[in-house]
């Protein structure tokens, strides 16, 4: 029993293999013996002769009809799988599966796998992807059974495939169907049910689903027999119903065989129905098909497919192709110089007459001259912008891709310039696959013309480059037209049958761009806005209490910006100088954060689409910032005074005990004013800071030390010398936490005070921080202090050198050292980090203008 059983399986499996490679095997003798009657060449000239409207309109209804299939699977998946696969995705499927199918063949097996690949993140499994090639399947089945009903009832008149069949029996043949059709669509009702073959369950579809399949379905054969049928000779054809019966026969037997495509079986079926036998002509209408129906589809399922499948692993080809992302701005721009100079070369030079005049029966001629003007101007416009595609702009980037498309609709609007605006259109493809590289937002208008635009940003030379380019093409224009009859006539003479005048078009283009940025800048032009001031929020005062380090103090200064930790217990305090974005010292915080901080800074910088500087580093962090492809300064030394051992005795301290006897002997007192009464003693720090400030001839510093703001001052103790009752000298202490550290950032004393105040001064507080258990006294920085000067030494530390030994008519540089070497103090190097190369001397100029109040600031003593 079981062998036998066995025996009918194999038998079972066998037979649709053996019907299907008979039916190609009778479908290809039937097809040879065809050909032998025409030669390849007549069909190939028959298929040259069909009408382009043929054509169009065979083209409109294989969209219609795959339109229409991808319905199956639209309505297959809500049976089946409903509100677990987009609707969107089962259209497509839908659609693809069978294009891939009709020219592959064994439909089962190549739709299913297509459906499998789509549908796997969705459905169920195989099981839910078998149920709606089921349920897909069901609906075609319906529709062929229902269509071949209606052709019947539809009557077969001149269907030589029914031989002496009369038109009553195909009528109640018709009939009789559609009564089934009928009784199942009754019988399938509101609910849905369920059939169960062994394990296998497939769940039925409702009436109404049903009904709205066979719709589908009968959209879908009527178009697809339809596409076949505008592409016959007229005299070939029989009645409408009876080429649809025709169709559909052929279309079972092409299933049937599992031919690619159902290719052989399909052909010889439909001629047998027909009884068309050889003619070109109808071969070359079957090959026409062949390419509209089936070919095409098939590509663009191919593509479609390629599409998703790249976008499902963009992230693992991005990581492959990583190694090319700094290429991207460069390719980038040179696609907007491309599309630039293809248009304003073109504008100048390319003869478009022919096609103009096939234009003019269509749109009015200022629409022409517009748009070549407008074609005139983008590419203008393309030369700009390229620099802000370098710089990873991405409003260079939205502005590159509607400019790119705007010329090529502009290419078609001037002339069917079709070669150029698909050349256009891959460019701007091209650009639209590389969106991700573009992500830097600067706050600044990068496109707003003023002299910085042009002397800082680059932009200028990108004018001078476009103007040269507008020039050259121009100049092209005029050699190429200089004998044409329009070689006299102005850019505003435009006419249909001219086109010399496009190259004045080009310099008149690029004339009234640059005039209309001229304009735009000289009337809309408004003073630079001086920014709002920073607020400080409230943890950023808890981290600077909690930070052993007293310099964290300037981020109180309320000129600054913070980038905070996602914990909340850290930060980099930074400013906007110029193209740069400057960090004032190492990252506020404990450790383990403060390489995490760098990086967020830099990538911060980075977006948009400034320069990262670290100003007044310690050497702590260099190797990070090396890691980050910056490169480092020496600015000068720290002095840092060690206060566990520190005391006035010893020759050493001669100095300072001589300055703080003689200014006890003077009637000078140290005292320290806590905080709370800071205010109270506001006005007479005012009027010692006013005198400093007259008597140095200069102004406040900022950025990197405090500048004389009450609300900034009341925050500190202040450390004051009295003569009298009256403060002559004022320095606010900055107290890090733990006792670590203690400093002081604001000093100013009056210029009538003591000769000695400063050694005084800096003697009582270096005791009395001591008294208070700090382990360190901070009296800053000695700039260019501590720089090697030696043949093969960089050239900024020669520079640096030289300036600090040559240099004291700009600033007192060694006299600040040596003022500070008397405290025996630890120095410490500390640096400015910034990219190398050309941008280190830009950094130099913003840092220079932030710290200072312009570049020229340092000279001020």
């Known amino acids: 029993m079981p062998p036998a059983r066995s025996g009918w399986r194999m038998l079972a499996r066998a037979l649709p293999r053996a019907v299907g490679l008979g039916l190609t095997v009778l479908a290809a003798l039937a097809i040879e013996r065809t050909l032998r009657h025409v030669s390849f060449d007549s069909v190939g000239a028959a298929y040259a002769q069909i009408p382009d409207e043929a054509l169009a309109l065979a083209l409109l209804l294989t969209v219609v009809s795959f339109a229409a299939i991808a319905v199956y699977d639209l309505l297959a998946v809500e049976a089946v799988a409903p509100g677990r696969i987009p609707r969107v995705t089962a259209l497509v499927t839908g659609a693809g599966g069978y294009a891939v199918s009709n020219t592959l063949g064994f439909p089962l097996l190549t739709q299913g796998a297509f459906r499998m690949r789509a549908y796997a993140a969705h459905a169920g499994g195989l099981a839910d992807v078998g149920r709606v090639l089921g349920a897909s399947w069901f609906a075609l089945l319906m529709s062929l059974v229902t269509m071949t009903a209606l052709a019947l009832v539809c009557g077969p008149e001149h269907f030589h495939g029914l031989g002496g069949t009369t038109p009553l029996h195909a009528t109640l043949a018709g009939t009789a169907v559609l009564g089934l059709v009928a009784g199942l669509l009754v019988w399938l009702g509101a609910t849905p049910r369920v059939v169960r073959v062994r394990s296998f369950s497939l769940r039925l579809p409702t009436s109404r689903s049903a009904l709205l399949q066979i719709a589908a379905g009968i959209v879908d054969i009527t178009a697809a027999a339809a596409t076949l049928y505008v592409l016959l000779p007229a005299d070939a054809l029989p009645g409408f119903p009876a080429f649809l019966l025709a169709y559909i026969a052929a279309t079972l037997v092409g299933i049937a065989s599992h031919a690619p495509g159902g290719l052989g079986a399909f052909e010889a079926t439909l001629l047998a129905s027909l009884g068309l036998g050889a003619r070109a002509d109808v071969l070359g209408a079957l090959l026409a098909y062949r390419v509209i129906y089936t070919l095409l589809p098939f590509g663009a399922a191919l593509l479609g497919l ?55 029966e269509v ?86 013309v003023s002299r910085v635009w042009l002397r800082r940003a680059g932009l200028g030379p990108m004018l001078a480059a476009a103007g040269i380019l507008t020039t050259a093409s121009a100049g092209l224009g005029f050699l190429a037209f200089r004998h044409g009859a329009s070689a006299d006539a102005l850019w505003w003479q435009i006419s249909w049958d001219g086109s010399g005048p496009g190259l004045a078009r080009v310099s008149f283009a690029f004339v009234v761009g640059l005039a209309a940025i001229g304009f735009d800048s000289a009337v809309n032009h408004r003073g630079r806005r001086r920014a709002a001031e920073p607020t400080i929020p409230a943890e950023i005062a808890d981290i600077v209490g909690a930070s052993t380090n007293a310099s964290a103090a300037m981020a109180l200064l309320g000129d600054k910006e913070f980038l905070t930790s996602a914990e909340g217990v850290g930060f980099v305090m930074y400013a906007r100088a110029g193209r740069s974005l400057v960090a004032l010292g190492d990252p506020v915080g404990p450790t383990r954060l403060q390489a995490d901080l760098a990086w967020a800074f830099r990538e911060l910088a980075d977006r948009a689409a400034a320069r990262p500087v670290f100003y007044g580093v310690g050497p702590d962090n260099l190797a990070l910032f090396l890691d980050m492809g910056l490169s480092a300064l020496k600015l000068g030394e720290v002095a840092r005074v060690p206060l566990a051992d520190f005391s006035l005795k010893g020759p050493a301290r001669h100095d300072l005990r001589y300055g703080q006897r003689r200014a006890e002997k003077e009637g000078l007192t140290f005292e320290i004013v806590p905080r709370e009464k800071v205010r109270l003693t506001m006005y007479e720090l005012r009027q010692v800071s006013n005198a400093w400030l007259a008597h140095k001839q200069g102004g406040e510093k900022r950025f990197s030390m405090g500048a004389f703001d009450p609300a900034y001052l009341a925050r500190f103790d202040i450390a004051v010398m009295k003569k009298e009752g009256r403060i002559v000298a004022f320095a606010n202490l900055l107290r890090g936490a733990d006792r670590n550290e203690i400093a002081i950032d604001l000093i100013r004393y009056a210029p009538d005070a003591s000769k000695v105040i400063m050694d005084a001064l800096f003697a009582n507080l270096l005791l009395a921080a001591k008294a208070e258990g700090y382990r360190w006294f901070n009296l800053g920085a000695a700039p260019l202090s501590g720089l090697v000067d030696r043949r093969l030494a960089s050239r900024w530390n020669r520079f640096g050198t030289f300036l600090y030994r040559r240099g004291a008519d700009l600033y007192s540089f060694d006299g600040l050292r040596s003022f500070k070497q008397k405290f025996d103090p630890v120095w410490t190097p500390y640096y400015l980090i910034c990219p190398g190369g050309l941008q280190t001397p830009k950094t130099l100029l913003d840092v220079t203008t932030l710290v200072n109040g312009s570049p020229l600031g340092l000279i001020r003593r």
Do not use: Q
């Not at 492959?320 to 248009?343: D, K, N, Q, T, Y």
């Not at 260079?396 to 150029?420: Q, T």
């Open 306 to 360: 390629g599409a998703v499948e790249l976008h499902r692993r963009r992230a693992a080809i991005a990581r492959s192709l990583r190694f090319l992302e700094p290429m991207v701005p460069a390719a980038s721009a040179a696609v907007a110089l491309s599309g630039g100079i293809m248009l304003l070369a073109s504008g100048a030079t390319r003869d478009l007459a022919s096609r103009i005049a096939v234009l003019a």
């Open 363 to 448: 749109v009015p001629t200022p629409f022409v001259e517009a748009s070549h003007f407008a074609s005139c101007l983008v590419g203008v416009a393309l030369l700009v912008i390229a620099r802000g595609l370098y710089r990873r702009l991405v409003r260079a980037w939205n502005a590159a891709l509607m400019l790119l498309v705007l010329g090529a609709g502009f290419s078609l609007g001037k002339g069917l310039d079709w070669e150029e605006a698909t050349l256009l259109g891959a460019l701007a493809l091209c650009l639209a696959m590389v969106r991700g590289s573009f992500y830097r937002c600067p706050k600044a208008n990068p496109f707003a």
